[in-house]
């Protein structure tokens, strides 16, 4: 062995040790991790799932992490005011919603951040790529594909051929919404359909948005994924019936709460797959070079009980398709 090479095998020996001393030191520390998302009827649920997860992994609430949630009422400054008064206090943050992702992006914080249910986190720019995402921030986006809105739209199409105006329910500000409009204008033109943008600033907006809705002659109502809107996921559900609107929503705890169908993924699910993301920071991993997951899968769900009370029949092709059926 030349000189070179004992100098160059000297120096990998001592960065592998080095390596190694800080993934031990780091696993011997009780990692404190703070949750920022909506309260709703699935946040307990997230929650359990997240420490169940890192607990199957080797991390024990109390003992190697302390998970502290904060929940807030989803509006830019609420995300952001909660955001920073837990980063003093973690080491590694987990932030639900793009409402949430763009509010830690503009804190500027340099806490490792695990974002979850973020609608194209390249457009709005939490990250510079999915494969190589740059910075403090990586996850888990909400949409699979651009297509996704446009499959809701042709969805509501299959269920209602004659369909010809849809309303549109959209958080205002909300860095989804200019994602979900883009790819709803590109299918509406094929599908015959006039889309009719309904913005919310908040849940107390949704009755008098309704009204407007039936000003505008609505035949149907799409949902856009968002905090503002999972929220109000059971009020959303209940006026959609309530005025006779055949609704599309983005994630089955709307079906289950009186919507018709839904199209997105399982919010549970990317719960444990954001633990893995905890995880793997931990054990010395960059979010910069972890790349951003799609959910782990898609679900159709429709409820036969809400579609009764519409007075509509689903096509047999749709019911097959479907993940669940609530009758």
Same mark, same amino acid.
Request: proline share 5%; charged share 20%.
């Given at each position: ?24 030191? =780091? ?12 309260? +709703? ?48 206090? !973690?080491?590694? /943050? ?19 951040? !695990? ?48 369909? =010809? ?8 500000? +909300? ?91 399982? =919010? ?21 070079? /972890? ?37």
């Amino acid at each position: 062995m030349n000189r070179r090479q004992f100098i160059s095998l000297l120096g990998t020996s001592a960065a592998t040790w080095s390596f190694d001393v800080r993934a031990q030191q =780091s696993l011997k520390k009780t990692w404190r991790v703070g949750v920022v998302h909506t309260r +709703d009827d699935q946040t307990d649920r997230r929650n359990g799932a997240l420490e169940e997860t890192l607990a199957k992994l080797g991390y024990v609430q109390g003992r190697e992490v302390e998970i502290s949630v904060r929940t807030v009422v989803p509006t830019p400054k609420n995300f952001e005011d909660a955001i920073t008064g837990m980063l003093p206090y !973690v080491d590694i /943050l987990v932030v639900w919603s793009t409402l949430g992702a763009v509010a830690a992006r503009n804190v500027r914080t340099m806490v490792p951040t !695990v974002f979850l249910s973020v609608g194209a986190p390249v457009n709005i720019g939490i990250v510079q790529s999915l494969a190589r995402p740059g910075g403090n921030m990586t996850g888990v986006t909400f949409e699979a594909a651009t297509e996704t809105y446009g499959k809701r739209l042709q969805i509501l199409k299959e269920i209602a051929p004659g369909l =010809s105006r849809v309303a549109i329910l959209q958080g205002a500000g +909300d860095a989804n919404v200019p994602y979900a409009m883009s790819a709803l204008e590109q299918a509406a033109p094929a599908l015959g359909v006039k889309l009719l943008p309904m913005n919310i600033k908040s849940v107390d907006d949704l009755e008098a948005t309704f009204l407007g809705m039936r000003r505008e002659q609505a035949e149907a109502l799409i949902v856009v994924a968002g905090a503002l809107t999972f929220t109000g996921t059971k009020q959303i559900a209940n006026l959609a019936l309530q005025h006779k609107l055949p609704s599309c929503h983005a994630f089955k705890e709307a079906v289950a709460a009186g919507g018709l169908v839904s199209l997105g993924p399982d =919010s549970i699910a990317m719960a444990r797959q954001g633990a893995t993301y905890i995880d793997r920071i931990i054990q010395g991993t960059e979010p910069a070079d /972890l790349p951003v997951e799609q959910p782990a899968r898609y679900e159709l769900h429709v409820n036969l009980s809400a579609a009764k009370a519409l007075g509509i029949t689903v096509p047999p092709s749709l019911l097959v398709r479907a993940d669940e059926v609530i009758e």
